[in-house]
Nanobody
């Protein structure tokens, strides 16, 4: 299993929180940069947050201060803690695993922010 697997999506009210998790293959995890992307209906896929092999995070401007990306080298997972969610955060969220010779995508998990 090389393709990453996402979990944790769902329906949440505005202002609420969700935590997404992505499990990647242990054989490539430590050597990979990891990212969370999202694609809303009718829009292009966009980067939400990215974390380097060494654990340095980067965030898209609209989620700074609300989302936190982290990685766990024991369980080979990368999580996205999403707080203060807004309706405009509604999208399918995808996990991405990138190395020198590979670029893998998960199947995505739906996040819907609605009252």
């Amino acid at each position: 299993q090389v393709r990453p697997v996402e979990s944790g999506g769902g329906l949440v009210q505005p202002g609420g929180s969700l935590r997404l998790s992505c499990a990647a293959s242990g054989s490539i995890f430590s050597g990979s940069a990891m990212g969370w992307y999202r694609q809303a209906a009718g829009k292009q896929r966009e980067l939400v947050a990215h974390i380097t092999r060494g654990g340095r995070p980067h965030y898209e401007d609209s989620v700074k201060g609300r989302f936190i990306i982290s990685r766990d080298y024991t369980w080979n997972t990368v999580d996205l803690q999403m707080n203060s969610l807004k309706p405009e955060d509604t999208a399918v969220y995808y996990c991405n695993v990138v190395g020198l010779a590979y670029d893998y995508w998960g199947q995505g998990t739906q996040v819907t922010v609605s009252s």
